[in-house]
């Protein structure tokens, strides 16, 4: 039977946290699907297809990682259609586990699916999409927050957009 787990979020845009986290999953399970879930009737910073291109871009060299996209979705039903037994989701510590608890369980609650949390690297502790886009919006440099590919899209789209 294969393995499969689900690495949900929203990925505006992907960092190097998500990164990692998607890199650990794919060591332990046989399949790892990235979910981009969006809801359509909010504009994020990047499209959806443009969110799967900048994760592919970071972990396109592993072969058991695919990025999928859902709109307006439960995270439940994403994971029974693509035969996901587990969700993956990183905890950069004490906060993220305050809001991520209730959703396991409740994900757990509406169809038995597991979440598996991993550690944060250190490393990557302070990182977020919103405060790296932040940093994006006031000129300020991403480097080693982000892959240079979304440091330079998110120059492009937050900040050169701002000077126009
Ligand atoms: O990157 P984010 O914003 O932390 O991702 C949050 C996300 C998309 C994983 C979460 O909001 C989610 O699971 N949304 C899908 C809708 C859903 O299933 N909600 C009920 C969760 S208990």
Known sequence: MTRRCVCPGSYDPVTLGHADVIRRAAALYDEVVVAVLHNPAKHGTFTPDERRDLILDGCGDL??????????RLLVDVCRDVEASAIVKGLRGGTDFAYELPMALMNRHLTGVETVFLPGDPRFEHISSSLVKEVARYGGDTSGLVSDRVRDAL????HRARER
């Open 63 to 72: 072969a058991n990682v695919r990025v999928e996209l859902f709109a307006d």
């Open 155 to 158: 120059a492009e789209r937050l």
